[in-house]
């Protein structure tokens, strides 16, 4: 059962445009997330973050949203470049504790 | 630096061998991780050490042996594996007990046993 939901396996956007990435969540215990970007064969790459105190958090192109009573977070991207194109994972952070919990993913495709 | 090293990046192994991952970090962090992570599938927590102390194993297999020598350095040691375990491992530290941790991955070792 995922604790950690990313619906859409894969998004295409154009370039100039808004990239909007998901993630749900089931458990409320939760208190911390991430977004990663993921690239083939190299290791995930820190994004940005939220706590579970906050409702967004933003850092130049990339806001994050969060909606507790809804357990939703979402990503936004403005304006989506190509080299934004990559795999975006979120993550969950479980009763302030270092367990980890990733959602399955969602490959980003920014079309030129 | 925010840079996690990860060595070797690529190992294929029998099932009968005895082999090691490394993994080390300059960033003073005191909780370091090992993450499995299959094709098109999200990372997998595997182990977790805390000051240098494991404080989490996932249920992992025996034949996965985690040790933390030093604060700046994690292994992994893999004997009798199966086919089935090929996968990419990440190595990812933190400062741990931050109200905001982030986690630092490394570019992992693709692992392929035969």
């Known amino acids: 059962d995922q604790q950690v939901k990313q619906n859409s396996p894969s998004l295409s956007v154009q370039e100039g445009r808004i990239s909007i990435l998901n993630c749900d969540y089931t458990n409320s215990m939760f208190d911390y997330f991430l977004w990663y970007k993921k690239y083939p064969a190299e290791g995930p790459t820190f994004l940005i973050s939220?706590?579970?105190?906050?409702d967004k958090n933003e850092d130049g192109r990339f806001t994050v949203f969060l909606n507790k009573s809804a357990k939703h977070l979402s990503l936004h991207i403005v304006p989506s470049q190509p080299g934004d194109s990559a795999v975006y994972f979120c993550a969950a952070r479980w009763n302030y504790g270092q367990n980890f919990v990733f959602g399955p993913g969602t490959r980003l495709s920014v079309l030129p | 630096d925010t840079e996690v090293t990860q060595t070797p990046k690529h190992l294929v192994m029998g099932m009968t061998n005895k082999k090691s991952l490394k993994c080390e970090q300059h960033?003073?962090?005191?909780?370091m991780y090992w993450y499995k992570q299959k094709a098109k599938k999200p990372p997998e927590l595997m182990f977790v050490y805390s000051y240098e102390k494991l404080s989490i194993n996932e249920s992992v297999p025996s034949r996965f042996s985690p040790e933390c020598p030093n604060s700046s350095l994690l292994n992994l040691h893999l004997h009798a594996l199966q086919p089935e375990d090929s996968a990419l491992y990440l190595c990812?530290?933190?400062?741990?007990?931050?109200?905001?941790?982030?986690?630092?991955f490394g570019p992992g070792t693709r692992l392929l046993v035969l």
């Open positions: 960033m003073g962090h005191r909780a």
């Open positions: 990812a530290s933190s400062h741990p007990g931050l109200l905001q941790e982030t986690q630092y």
């Open positions: 939220i706590s579970s105190i906050k």
